[in-house]
T-cell receptor
Framework: AQKITQTQPGMFVQEKEAVTLDCTYDTSDQSYGLFWYKQPSSGEMIFLIY??????QNATEGRYSLNFQKARKSANLVISASQLGDSAMYFCAMRDLRFGNEKLTFGTGTRLTIIP | NAGVTQTPKFRVLKTGQSMTLLCAQD?????MYWYRQDPGMGLRLIHYSVGEGTTAKGEVPDGYNVSRLKKQNFLLGLESAAPSQTSVYFC????????????FGPGTRLTVT
């Protein structure tokens, strides 16, 4: 069974600072994918970044990067130069990459608040 | 291109009533999913579909049924609503291919009294 753990229920960060949101995962599978989603107060789920377990380089998407440490089973999200619009809930999720296993397992989320 | 849409956006039911939530996507995605989100918890998968005419159980399927008669639509039914089904329901879809992200609808807030 897969499990995602996000140990930071809430974080407060000064605007323009970098922030790291922690995510650890547990799986016995060798092939899997890791995702981060953002959920603003309006409620929609917004995809941010993806990392495959066999990808050698850390994924980056604009101000978002994923610090992937496979041996430690961690997939932390790093947001550089935080902005007020980054205030939201952030969810880490993983997916078994075996064909036919379509379940996306989510963590409980981290509420990020950017302070002006 | 509307993406993933859900109807209704809000609904209040009494215990024992039934209802159907409709999800529609216009991206020609093969895979579709229904999740529920409860306070303090991440999203949990209820049911999903890997193609027209197929459905499969997710993590929390009890009390729900689904149908995928058309590729673009995925229906979630509650036959006899219970207060424990008070939640926000999200529909999502994705391309076939497990590295693709899921695109989410705006959610339906359901309250069962």
């Amino acid at each position: 069974a897969q499990k995602i753990t996000q140990t930071q229920p809430g974080m407060f960060v000064q605007e323009k600072e970098a922030v790291t949101l922690d995510c650890t995962y547990d799986t016995s599978d060798q092939s899997y994918g890791l995702f981060w989603y953002k959920q603003p107060s309006s409620g929609e789920m917004i995809f941010l970044i993806y990392q495959g377990s066999y990808d050698e380089q850390n994924a980056t998407e604009g101000r978002y990067s994923l610090n992937f440490q496979k041996a430690r089973k961690s997939a932390n999200l790093v947001i550089s130069a935080s902005q007020l619009g980054d205030s939201a809930m952030y969810f880490c999720a993983m997916r078994d990459l075996r064909f036919g296993n379509e379940k996306l397992t989510f963590g409980t989320g981290t509420r990020l608040t950017i302070i002006p | 291109n509307a993406g993933v849409t859900q109807t209704p956006k809000f609904r209040v039911l009494k215990t024992g009533q039934s209802m159907t939530l409709l999800c529609a996507q216009d991206m020609n995605h093969e895979y579709m999913y229904w999740y529920r989100q409860d306070p303090g918890m991440g999203l949990r998968l209820i049911h999903y579909s890997v193609g027209e005419g197929t459905t499969a159980k997710g993590e929390v399927p009890d009390g729900y049924n689904v149908s995928r008669l058309k590729k673009q639509n995925f229906l979630l039914g509650l036959e006899s609503a219970a207060p424990s089904q008070t939640s926000v329901y999200f529909c999502a879809s994705s391309y076939q291919g497990v590295s693709y992200e899921q695109y989410f609808g705006p959610g339906t807030r359901l309250t069962v009294t």
